[in-house]
C-alpha cells in the first residue's frame, strides 16, 4: 500500500495544475524518441521519425504523447490506487504492445527531465524527488500484470 | 558512441554554467540524495543538512572530475582511469546487476535535471540526448574495473 503524504500530493497536484498536458506529453514522448531511439521499434506506422526536428513535428508522436500523459493525469486523480488504475493498460502493454517495463522507466525519467526544463527552479529537489517517486510507481503499476 | 556533433553539444553546453558549477554539482548531490535515498548510504559520515560543506565540497569534486571528462571527451577511457579504480576498488558503490541503471545513473538524472532547471528551453531535445549519453560513457568507464 503506498502512502503519500498531504504534502507530497501537494506536490504532484499543485504542479499538474500547471502542465499543458499535450505540450508535455508530445515533449516527452519525442525526447524518448530522440534520446533512446531504439524505443522507436514501437512505433513504425507512425511515419517520419528520421531527426530530433522530424521526430518533434511528427503529429502521430504529438498524438500519442497526448494520450500517454492524459493517462497519467488518470493516475494523478487516483494516487491511492495505482495498481488498480493501470491493471488494463499493464496487460495491454504486455500482452498486445509487448513492451519491456524498462521502457516506463526511461519515459519517466525524460518526463521529469521535461518537468525540469518547464518550470525551472519551481521544480525543486522537493518537488523532484515526489515526483521520482511516482514515476517509479506509475512505471511498476504498468509492469504488474507481465507474465 | 558519443558521435562529434555530441561532444560539441556537451561542450557547448557545459559552457553556458558560466562559473556555476560548484552549485551545479552540490545541488545534484542534494537532489540525489533526497530522490534516491538509498544513495546516502554511500556517505553515512555526511552531514546532510542543506548547505553542508561537505555535500558542496563534494559536488565540486564531482563537477570538476566530470569537466576534466569533458576536456578529454576524447579518451574518457584514460581520463577517468583514477576515479575508475577507485569506485571499483575502494568505494564500491553498488552498480545493481551492471544495467545501465545503477547508482552512478541516479547522479546523472539529478544532473540533467539541474541542468534543465537552469537551462529551460536551451536543454533541446539533442543536448539532452548528448548529455545522456555522455554520462552514460562516464558511468560505463567507471564501472570498467568492477570485475
Not at chain 1, 25 to 41: F, M
Not at chain 1, 64 to 73: D, R, Y
Not at chain 2, 109 to 123: D, P
Request: charged fraction near 20%; include cysteine.
Amino acid at each position: 500500500m503506498v502512502h503519500w503524504t498531504a504534502e507530497e500530493k501537494q506536490l504532484i497536484t499543485g504542479l499538474w495544475g500547471r502542465v499543458s498536458v499535450e505540450e508535455c506529453g508530445a515533449e516527452a514522448l519525442a525526447r524518448l524518441l530522440i534520446v533512446y531511439p531504439w524505443t522507436q521499434r514501437f512505433f513504425d506506422n507512425f511515419g517520419n521519425l528520421s531527426s530530433p526536428t522530424a521526430i518533434l513535428g511528427n503529429p502521430k508522436v504529438r498524438a500519442h504523447g497526448k494520450k500517454v500523459l492524459t493517462s497519467f493525469g488518470e493516475a494523478i486523480k487516483n494516487l491511492d490506487n495505482l495498481k488498480g488504475t493501470y491493471s488494463k493498460l499493464s496487460e495491454l502493454h504486455c500482452d498486445k504492445l509487448h513492451v519491456d517495463p524498462e521502457n516506463f522507466r526511461l519515459l519517466g525519467d525524460i518526463l521529469i527531465i521535461v518537468l525540469a526544463a518547464h518550470f525551472t527552479k519551481d521544480f525543486t529537489p522537493a518537488c523532484q524527488a515526489v515526483w521520482q517517486k511516482l514515476v517509479g510507481l506509475v512505471a511498476h503499476a504498468l509492469a504488474r500484470k507481465y507474465h | 558512441m558519443l558521435t562529434a556533433e555530441d561532444k560539441k553539444l556537451v561542450q557547448q553546453i557545459w559552457g553556458k554554467l558560466g562559473g556555476a558549477e560548484e552549485d551545479v554539482g552540490a545541488e545534484a548531490l542534494w537532489r540525489m540524495f533526497h530522490s534516491y535515498p538509498p544513495t546516502k548510504t554511500y556517505f553515512p559520515h555526511f552531514d546532510m543538512s542543506p548547505g553542508s560543506d561537505q555535500i558542496r565540497g563534494h559536488g565540486k569534486k564531482v563537477v570538476a572530475a566530470l569537466g576534466t571528462a569533458i576536456k578529454n571527451i576524447d579518451n574518457l577511457s584514460q581520463a577517468l582511469s583514477e576515479l575508475s579504480n577507485l569506485h571499483a576498488y575502494n568505494l564500491r558503490v553498488d552498480p545493481v546487476n551492471f544495467k545501465p541503471r545503477f547508482s552512478l545513473q541516479f547522479l546523472a538524472q539529478c544532473l540533467q535535471v539541474v541542468l534543465a532547471t537552469r537551462l529551460g528551453k536551451e536543454y533541446s531535445p539533442e543536448a539532452h540526448s548528448a548529455v545522456d549519453k555522455f554520462m552514460s560513457a562516464v558511468a560505463s568507464v567507471l564501472a570498467e574495473k568492477y570485475r
